[in-house]
Nanobody, 124 residues
């Protein structure tokens, strides 16, 4: 499975941005998709996730109400719509996919496939 993110960039606080993730390869083997982020000097953290079959989604507390993850199964795409961005949202954002079945797990170590990341920078 290959994942390719796009849509990152430089924005001012309170603005919006949408990240795209294109999946290719044996995507049928994946059960869940997720967005994670990593700021300099910090650990990679969960942002949002979705179960591919049901569409049930999950969000980190900081993302609730501001970020929305969605999927287009026909196109093998997932998206992360981010509004009301804050400077603390500045990070490299990664798309990830998981093959393991079972309950959704927010631990990034449970995901098997990763994109190269896309930088999001929010200025104050």
């Amino acid at each position: 499975v290959q994942l390719l993110e796009s849509g990152g960039g430089f924005v001012r606080a309170a603005r919006s941005l949408t990240l795209d993730c294109a999946a290719s390869g044996r995507t049928v083997s994946t059960n869940a998709m997720g967005w994670f982020r990593q700021a300099p000097g910090k650990e990679r953290e969960f942002v949002a996730g979705i179960i591919r079959s049901s569409g049930v989604d999950y969000y980190a507390d900081f993302a609730k109400g501001r970020f929305t993850m969605s999927r287009d199964s026909a196109k093998n795409m997932v998206y992360l719509r981010m509004v009301s961005l804050k400077p603390e949202d500045t990070a490299v954002y990664y798309c990830a996919a998981r093959s393991r079945l079972g309950n959704f797990d927010r631990n990034w170590r449970t995901f098997d496939y990763w994109g190269q990341g896309t930088q999001v920078t929010v200025s104050s």
